[in-house]
């Protein structure tokens, strides 16, 4: 399968500070990428849809201006966690979308 | 309403015996995709399985395969030769298509679990 990397994959900070997110394709070019957040032991929850060369399309409940999402190429998307509170804690994983979805490992945030 | 239903939150099956985790879904789009994923403790998310809607035979990837019945608006996995490795949380997945764009919807999960 196609491989998705996601950097960091584990990021404490502050509360107050921001946190960029890198998600990568490493192999295909795409033209599309999401973001989705994961609360332990629950299924993964769409947050944005990130279109190269234009904005993403964010879903309804998610603060666009809390999450930015920049998807400057075609193999790279990021998203940036602004102005972090410990409520932000939470697995955030990307994948890169071709026909089928391949995931990136995934960050691990926490906001203290 | 659920798009995308797992009855199943838990499942235990013996090492080497088969399993299958159910996955029911609601489209009114004539074309969509299904997918399976495992997601160990590590996190990541593993592809597994896919099947198309307009693929007439049932998809099939090693012991994973996908018991797809269109009608009934079923898409169960099946792991045959169950391993301890398997043990893991398991998503069933729907793409459609929404404005012109694709969207993947997941269901709550099946957690499961494979006794030495």
């Known amino acids: 399968g196609a491989v998705v990397s996601q950097h960091p994959s584990r990021v404490i900070c502050k509360s107050g500070t921001s946190v960029k997110i890198e998600c990568r394709s490493l192999d295909f070019q795409a033209t599309t990428m999401f973001w989705y957040r994961q609360f332990p032991k629950k299924s993964l929850m769409l947050m944005a849809t990130s279109n190269e060369g234009s904005k993403a399309t964010y879903e309804q409940g998610v603060e666009k201006d809390k999450f930015l999402i920049n998807h400057a190429s075609l193999t790279l998307s990021t998203l940036t966690v602004t102005s972090a509170h410990p409520e932000d804690s939470s697995f955030y994983i990307c994948?890169?979308?071709?026909?089928?979805?391949?995931f990136g490992p995934g960050t691990r945030l926490l906001v203290l | 309403a659920q798009k995308i239903t797992q009855t199943q939150p838990g499942m235990f099956v013996q090492e080497k015996e088969a399993v299958t985790l159910d996955c029911t879904y609601d489209?009114?789009?004539?074309?969509?995709?299904l997918f399976w994923y495992k997601q160990p403790s590590s996190g990541e998310m593993i592809f597994l399985i896919y099947?198309?809607?307009?693929?007439?035979q049932n998809a099939t990837e090693g012991r994973y395969s996908l018991n797809f019945q269109k009608a009934r608006k079923s898409a169960n996995l099946v792991i045959s030769a169950s391993q301890l490795g398997d043990s893991a949380m398991y998503f069933c997945a729907m793409r459609e298509s929404t404005s012109g764009t694709y969207k993947y919807i997941f269901g709550t999960g099946t957690r499961l679990k494979v006794l030495a």
């Open positions: 489209t009114s789009d004539p074309s969509y995709g």
């Open positions: 099947q198309g809607s307009y693929d007439q």
């Open positions: 994948s890169a979308a071709r026909e089928t979805q391949y």
